[in-house]
Protein backbone atom coordinates (compact mmCIF):
# COMPACT_ATOMS: atom_id res chain seq x y z
CA UNK A 1 0.00 0.00 0.00
CA UNK A 2 1.30 3.14 -0.94
CA UNK A 3 2.23 6.01 2.02
CA UNK A 4 -0.18 8.40 0.55
CA UNK A 5 -3.35 6.18 -0.48
CA UNK A 6 -4.17 4.43 2.97
CA UNK A 7 -7.51 2.60 3.18
CA UNK A 8 -8.77 5.23 5.45
CA UNK A 9 -12.77 4.78 5.69
CA UNK A 10 -14.83 7.50 7.46
CA UNK A 11 -18.42 7.73 9.69
CA UNK A 12 -20.14 9.31 12.08
CA UNK A 13 -18.84 8.80 15.51
CA UNK A 14 -21.17 7.06 17.76
CA UNK A 15 -21.52 7.24 21.66
CA UNK A 16 -19.57 3.66 22.09
CA UNK A 17 -16.79 5.66 20.37
CA UNK A 18 -16.47 8.56 22.41
CA UNK A 19 -13.58 7.25 25.10
CA UNK A 20 -11.62 6.56 22.55
CA UNK A 21 -12.41 9.98 20.83
CA UNK A 22 -11.95 11.76 24.32
CA UNK A 23 -8.24 9.85 24.04
CA UNK A 24 -7.21 11.09 21.01
CA UNK A 25 -7.98 14.59 21.56
CA UNK A 26 -6.23 14.23 24.67
CA UNK A 27 -3.26 12.66 23.52
CA UNK A 28 -1.57 15.89 22.06
CA UNK A 29 0.64 18.50 24.12
CA UNK A 30 -1.09 21.06 23.50
CA UNK A 31 -4.70 20.13 24.22
CA UNK A 32 -3.93 17.45 27.15
CA UNK A 33 -4.74 19.44 30.00
CA UNK A 34 -8.07 21.03 28.94
CA UNK A 35 -9.23 18.04 27.77
CA UNK A 36 -10.06 16.75 30.84
CA UNK A 37 -10.78 13.13 31.89
CA UNK A 38 -13.38 11.18 29.92
CA UNK A 39 -16.70 11.81 31.83
CA UNK A 40 -20.30 13.45 31.78
CA UNK A 41 -19.14 16.74 30.30
CA UNK A 42 -17.83 14.62 27.24
CA UNK A 43 -21.03 12.74 26.91
CA UNK A 44 -22.72 16.50 27.39
CA UNK A 45 -21.15 17.37 24.34
CA UNK A 46 -20.66 14.52 22.20
CA UNK A 47 -25.12 14.45 22.81
CA UNK A 48 -25.25 18.18 21.84
CA UNK A 49 -23.63 17.75 18.48
CA UNK A 50 -25.56 14.83 17.88
CA UNK A 51 -28.86 17.13 18.50
CA UNK A 52 -27.36 20.03 15.66
CA UNK A 53 -28.33 19.69 12.33
CA UNK A 54 -25.61 21.92 11.55
CA UNK A 55 -22.59 19.65 13.76
CA UNK A 56 -20.72 16.65 12.83
CA UNK A 57 -18.17 14.18 14.39
CA UNK A 58 -16.56 12.19 11.81
CA UNK A 59 -14.26 9.23 12.64
CA UNK A 60 -10.95 7.81 10.29
CA UNK A 61 -11.10 4.03 10.76
CA UNK A 62 -7.95 2.19 9.59
CA UNK A 63 -8.11 -1.82 9.72
CA UNK A 64 -11.16 -1.61 12.22
CA UNK A 65 -9.19 0.96 14.92
CA UNK A 66 -10.39 4.46 14.84
CA UNK A 67 -7.37 6.65 14.42
CA UNK A 68 -8.66 10.13 13.68
CA UNK A 69 -11.33 12.31 14.94
CA UNK A 70 -12.71 15.61 13.43
CA UNK A 71 -15.68 18.01 14.07
CA UNK A 72 -17.62 19.66 11.37
CA UNK A 73 -19.79 23.06 11.59
CA UNK A 74 -21.79 24.22 8.71
CA UNK A 75 -22.44 28.32 9.84
CA UNK A 76 -24.73 29.46 7.33
CA UNK A 77 -23.85 33.14 7.07
CA UNK A 78 -24.96 36.69 4.73
CA UNK A 79 -21.44 37.52 4.44
CA UNK A 80 -19.74 36.74 1.14
CA UNK A 81 -22.34 36.55 -0.51
CA UNK A 82 -24.27 34.72 1.25
CA UNK A 83 -21.89 31.61 1.59
CA UNK A 84 -22.31 28.53 3.79
CA UNK A 85 -19.01 28.14 6.09
CA UNK A 86 -17.23 24.52 7.13
CA UNK A 87 -15.97 25.18 10.63
CA UNK A 88 -13.24 22.42 11.07
CA UNK A 89 -12.60 21.79 14.50
CA UNK A 90 -10.52 18.91 16.68
CA UNK A 91 -8.50 17.38 14.69
CA UNK A 92 -6.31 14.57 15.55
CA UNK A 93 -4.99 11.67 13.98
CA UNK A 94 -3.16 8.58 16.20
CA UNK A 95 0.37 9.86 17.08
CA UNK A 96 1.35 5.80 16.16
CA UNK A 97 -0.09 6.55 12.54
CA UNK A 98 1.29 10.07 11.47
CA UNK A 99 3.11 10.34 8.41
CA UNK A 100 0.75 8.01 6.54
CA UNK A 101 -1.58 10.26 5.05
CA UNK A 102 -4.41 9.69 7.61
CA UNK A 103 -4.68 13.73 8.29
CA UNK A 104 -4.78 14.74 4.25
CA UNK A 105 -7.20 11.97 3.67
CA UNK A 106 -9.50 13.11 6.72
CA UNK A 107 -9.21 16.91 5.34
CA UNK A 108 -9.93 15.67 2.19
CA UNK A 109 -13.01 14.20 3.43
CA UNK A 110 -14.06 17.54 5.35
CA UNK A 111 -13.65 19.33 2.13
CA UNK A 112 -15.65 17.14 0.12
CA UNK A 113 -17.97 16.91 2.80
CA UNK A 114 -18.64 20.52 3.10
CA UNK A 115 -18.97 20.83 -0.92
CA UNK A 116 -21.61 18.67 -0.42
CA UNK A 117 -23.82 20.43 1.67
CA UNK A 118 -22.89 23.50 -0.32
CA UNK A 119 -20.18 25.11 1.75
CA UNK A 120 -17.84 28.28 -0.42
CA UNK A 121 -15.54 28.09 2.12
CA UNK A 122 -13.48 25.91 5.03
CA UNK A 123 -12.14 27.48 8.04
CA UNK A 124 -10.16 26.84 10.61
CA UNK A 125 -7.76 27.37 13.80
CA UNK A 126 -4.67 26.31 14.85
CA UNK A 127 -2.78 27.51 18.24
CA UNK A 128 0.16 29.07 17.36
CA UNK A 129 2.53 26.35 19.24
CA UNK A 130 1.59 23.92 16.03
CA UNK A 131 3.95 25.08 13.31
CA UNK A 132 3.88 21.72 11.70
CA UNK A 133 0.12 22.07 11.77
CA UNK A 134 0.41 25.44 9.93
CA UNK A 135 2.61 23.72 7.12
CA UNK A 136 0.51 20.83 6.60
CA UNK A 137 -2.91 22.92 6.19
CA UNK A 138 -0.90 25.40 3.47
CA UNK A 139 0.12 22.42 2.10
CA UNK A 140 -3.84 21.81 1.22
CA UNK A 141 -4.16 25.45 -0.12
CA UNK A 142 -5.45 26.83 2.93
CA UNK A 143 -4.42 30.65 2.81
CA UNK A 144 -3.19 31.74 6.66
CA UNK A 145 -4.69 35.10 6.45
CA UNK A 146 -6.28 35.90 9.34
CA UNK A 147 -5.13 36.00 13.36
CA UNK A 148 -7.32 33.79 15.73
CA UNK A 149 -8.63 34.81 18.83
CA UNK A 150 -10.11 32.97 22.10
CA UNK A 151 -11.68 34.39 24.84
CA UNK A 152 -12.73 32.22 28.37
CA UNK A 153 -16.35 33.16 29.15
CA UNK B 1 -24.36 60.77 26.91
CA UNK B 2 -20.36 59.66 27.55
CA UNK B 3 -18.71 58.29 25.09
CA UNK B 4 -18.11 54.90 26.23
CA UNK B 5 -21.48 54.63 27.42
CA UNK B 6 -23.52 54.65 24.23
CA UNK B 7 -27.43 53.90 24.62
CA UNK B 8 -27.17 50.93 21.87
CA UNK B 9 -29.81 48.24 22.43
CA UNK B 10 -29.56 45.00 20.54
CA UNK B 11 -32.07 42.87 18.60
CA UNK B 12 -32.36 39.76 16.32
CA UNK B 13 -32.25 41.00 12.56
CA UNK B 14 -35.36 40.59 10.76
CA UNK B 15 -35.58 40.27 7.02
CA UNK B 16 -36.47 43.76 6.14
CA UNK B 17 -33.11 44.66 7.80
CA UNK B 18 -30.97 42.50 5.61
CA UNK B 19 -30.39 45.33 2.70
CA UNK B 20 -28.90 47.60 5.55
CA UNK B 21 -27.35 44.02 6.83
CA UNK B 22 -25.37 43.93 3.15
CA UNK B 23 -24.60 46.99 3.25
CA UNK B 24 -22.88 47.40 6.85
CA UNK B 25 -21.27 44.56 6.06
CA UNK B 26 -19.53 45.68 2.62
CA UNK B 27 -18.69 48.92 3.88
CA UNK B 28 -15.47 47.81 4.66
CA UNK B 29 -12.13 47.66 2.13
CA UNK B 30 -10.91 44.18 3.01
CA UNK B 31 -14.89 42.39 2.34
CA UNK B 32 -16.07 44.83 0.08
CA UNK B 33 -15.56 42.74 -3.01
CA UNK B 34 -16.36 39.51 -1.73
CA UNK B 35 -19.85 40.67 -0.06
CA UNK B 36 -21.31 41.23 -3.32
CA UNK B 37 -24.54 43.17 -4.30
CA UNK B 38 -27.88 42.42 -2.01
CA UNK B 39 -29.52 40.09 -3.70
CA UNK B 40 -31.06 36.66 -3.79
CA UNK B 41 -27.67 34.57 -2.01
CA UNK B 42 -27.91 36.67 1.29
CA UNK B 43 -31.78 36.21 0.78
CA UNK B 44 -30.74 32.64 1.07
CA UNK B 45 -28.02 33.03 3.62
CA UNK B 46 -30.26 34.99 5.82
CA UNK B 47 -32.98 32.33 5.78
CA UNK B 48 -30.34 29.59 6.69
CA UNK B 49 -29.20 31.74 9.87
CA UNK B 50 -33.48 31.50 10.81
CA UNK B 51 -33.85 27.98 10.12
CA UNK B 52 -30.97 27.33 12.22
CA UNK B 53 -31.29 26.45 15.92
CA UNK B 54 -27.29 27.35 16.69
CA UNK B 55 -27.26 30.59 14.92
CA UNK B 56 -28.24 34.47 15.81
CA UNK B 57 -28.05 37.58 13.45
CA UNK B 58 -27.78 40.51 15.96
CA UNK B 59 -28.17 43.82 15.53
CA UNK B 60 -26.91 47.30 17.79
CA UNK B 61 -29.61 50.16 17.50
CA UNK B 62 -29.00 53.64 17.98
CA UNK B 63 -31.65 56.42 17.47
CA UNK B 64 -33.52 54.08 15.65
CA UNK B 65 -30.73 53.34 13.49
CA UNK B 66 -28.78 49.69 12.53
CA UNK B 67 -25.75 50.90 13.16
CA UNK B 68 -23.89 47.69 13.77
CA UNK B 69 -24.65 43.80 13.51
CA UNK B 70 -22.33 40.46 14.00
CA UNK B 71 -23.23 36.77 13.99
CA UNK B 72 -23.11 34.63 16.35
CA UNK B 73 -23.02 30.60 16.43
CA UNK B 74 -22.86 28.23 18.98
CA UNK B 75 -20.56 25.14 18.55
CA UNK B 76 -21.26 22.33 20.46
CA UNK B 77 -18.33 19.98 21.44
CA UNK B 78 -16.18 17.31 22.40
CA UNK B 79 -12.94 19.08 23.38
CA UNK B 80 -12.12 21.23 25.97
CA UNK B 81 -14.05 19.43 28.42
CA UNK B 82 -17.31 19.10 26.21
CA UNK B 83 -17.36 22.65 25.88
CA UNK B 84 -19.70 24.83 23.86
CA UNK B 85 -17.81 27.75 21.92
CA UNK B 86 -19.42 30.39 20.72
CA UNK B 87 -18.25 31.39 17.28
CA UNK B 88 -18.28 35.18 16.48
CA UNK B 89 -18.40 36.30 12.74
CA UNK B 90 -19.03 39.29 10.23
CA UNK B 91 -18.99 41.70 13.17
CA UNK B 92 -19.24 45.01 11.92
CA UNK B 93 -20.11 48.75 12.93
CA UNK B 94 -21.29 51.40 10.96
CA UNK B 95 -18.10 53.74 9.87
CA UNK B 96 -19.34 56.56 10.64
CA UNK B 97 -19.96 55.49 14.13
CA UNK B 98 -17.04 54.23 15.19
CA UNK B 99 -14.45 55.42 17.98
CA UNK B 100 -18.15 55.93 20.39
CA UNK B 101 -17.95 52.44 22.36
CA UNK B 102 -20.88 50.59 19.75
CA UNK B 103 -18.49 47.83 19.02
CA UNK B 104 -17.46 46.83 22.71
CA UNK B 105 -21.12 47.10 23.51
CA UNK B 106 -21.47 44.33 20.66
CA UNK B 107 -19.10 42.12 21.96
CA UNK B 108 -20.03 42.57 25.34
CA UNK B 109 -23.28 41.87 24.54
CA UNK B 110 -21.87 38.73 22.70
CA UNK B 111 -20.49 37.00 25.73
CA UNK B 112 -23.31 37.70 27.63
CA UNK B 113 -25.47 36.22 25.17
CA UNK B 114 -22.77 33.18 24.98
CA UNK B 115 -22.76 32.70 28.71
CA UNK B 116 -26.51 32.48 28.33
CA UNK B 117 -26.59 30.03 26.12
CA UNK B 118 -23.55 28.02 28.32
CA UNK B 119 -21.13 28.82 26.30
CA UNK B 120 -17.22 28.09 27.80
CA UNK B 121 -15.45 29.98 25.34
CA UNK B 122 -15.45 33.15 22.46
CA UNK B 123 -13.63 32.64 19.33
CA UNK B 124 -13.16 34.64 16.13
CA UNK B 125 -10.30 35.50 13.47
CA UNK B 126 -9.67 38.97 11.87
CA UNK B 127 -8.36 38.99 8.82
CA UNK B 128 -4.13 39.68 9.31
CA UNK B 129 -4.70 43.38 7.65
CA UNK B 130 -7.11 44.34 10.27
CA UNK B 131 -4.43 45.35 13.16
CA UNK B 132 -6.81 48.01 14.72
CA UNK B 133 -9.23 45.07 14.96
CA UNK B 134 -6.49 42.90 16.46
CA UNK B 135 -6.06 45.56 18.85
CA UNK B 136 -9.62 45.83 20.06
CA UNK B 137 -9.78 42.18 20.38
CA UNK B 138 -7.03 41.91 23.09
CA UNK B 139 -8.49 44.89 24.54
CA UNK B 140 -11.58 42.91 25.55
CA UNK B 141 -8.77 40.12 26.68
CA UNK B 142 -9.03 37.91 23.86
CA UNK B 143 -5.68 35.90 23.45
CA UNK B 144 -4.22 36.25 20.23
CA UNK B 145 -3.45 32.61 20.00
CA UNK B 146 -4.24 31.21 16.87
CA UNK B 147 -3.43 31.03 13.28
CA UNK B 148 -6.81 31.26 11.06
CA UNK B 149 -6.78 29.26 7.42
CA UNK B 150 -9.05 29.46 4.82
CA UNK B 151 -10.09 27.80 1.05
CA UNK B 152 -12.26 28.28 -0.81
CA UNK B 153 -14.00 25.06 -1.69
Request: proline share 4%; net charge neutral.
Amino acid sequence: MPLDEPAVTFRPALRTDLARVVELIADDDVARERTGTFGAAHVAGFEAIEASPNDELVLAVLDDEVVGVMQLTFVPGVSRNGATRLLVEAVRVDARRRGRGIGRALMEHAHARGRERGAALAQLTSDKQRPDAHRFYRSLGYAQSHEGFKLTL
